[in-house]
């Protein structure tokens, strides 16, 4: 029998769960992510510039202990990196899908001239630093997929959790990309301008696309995303 499968007598093979892992290993992990795919140029910074930005995020990382693993649409802690360090649209050409993606992620042309410069955090959400913090326990959120979105947002906030921002559905498909899935896609409540347009993380041609929704149209494919807490 192999390792890391254990049998109940008489019945089937039983994987084992799958193991946690520090917080702070987690966080290194995701800045060496950063660094391969060339933040720190886009940030206008040298490497160790760059890994001077966010070190103060790990001492905080190390005091959350172990994490779960992503799994079943969620995933424990995500390093995000704001617009005021690096420009989103710059950005999102840089996620693939998962497990093994080629193409790069397309910034949907319907945006606008202005692209993704007019989006803002809504007034429900803040954000702890104006560089880089860290999103904990993040949910794809698709117990909302065929709900609309206007909908949506009243329940997220009323269980206390937050709506993602655009930055932060770039960070999480950059970090956890096995959250965005055909049919299991996600809208970003956080980030609004204005209007009735809610931007969104979803698939197409076999490439992670950031578009936008009507606030009133509901979408099987579309959940809307939360997380439990900012921490910076």
């Not at 193991?19 to 160790?48: F, I, K, M």
């Not at 606030?215 to 910076?232: C, F, K, M, Q």
Request: charged residues 25%.
């Amino acid at each position: 029998m192999r390792p890391g499968r254990p049998r109940r007598p008489g019945g089937p093979a039983i994987t084992a769960p799958a193991a946690t892992a520090p917080a702070l290993d987690v966080l290194d992990e995701q800045v060496a992510t950063l660094v391969r795919l060339g933040y720190p140029a886009l940030a206008g910074d040298s490497e160790n510039a760059f890994r001077a930005r966010v070190a103060p995020l790990r001492d905080l990382a190390a005091g959350l202990g172990d994490l779960p693993p992503t799994a079943h649409g969620r995933t424990p802690l995500v390093l995000v990196v704001t617009r005021e360090v690096v420009d989103p649209e710059r950005t999102v050409p840089l996620l693939r899908l998962a497990p093994r993606g080629t193409r790069p992620g397309i910034l949907d042309r319907n945006h606008g001239e202005a692209g993704l410069s007019p989006y803002r955090p809504i007034e429900a959400v803040a954000l702890p630093r104006p560089d880089a913090y860290l999103l904990l326990d993040v949910d794809r959120g698709e117990e909302f997929c065929g709900v609309r979105p206007e909908e949506a947002l009243p329940v997220v906030l009323g269980r206390g959790r937050t709506p993602l921002t655009i930055e932060e559905g770039i960070a999480t498909v950059t970090h956890a990309p096995a959250l965005l899935e055909k049919n299991r896609c996600f809208m970003l409540s956080g980030s609004r301008r204005g209007d009735r347009r809610v931007p969104a993380l979803w698939i197409s041609e076999r490439a992670p696309k950031l578009g936008w929704c009507w606030d009133g149209n509901p979408h099987t494919w579309l959940g809307v995303a939360s997380a439990g807490s900012r921490l910076g």
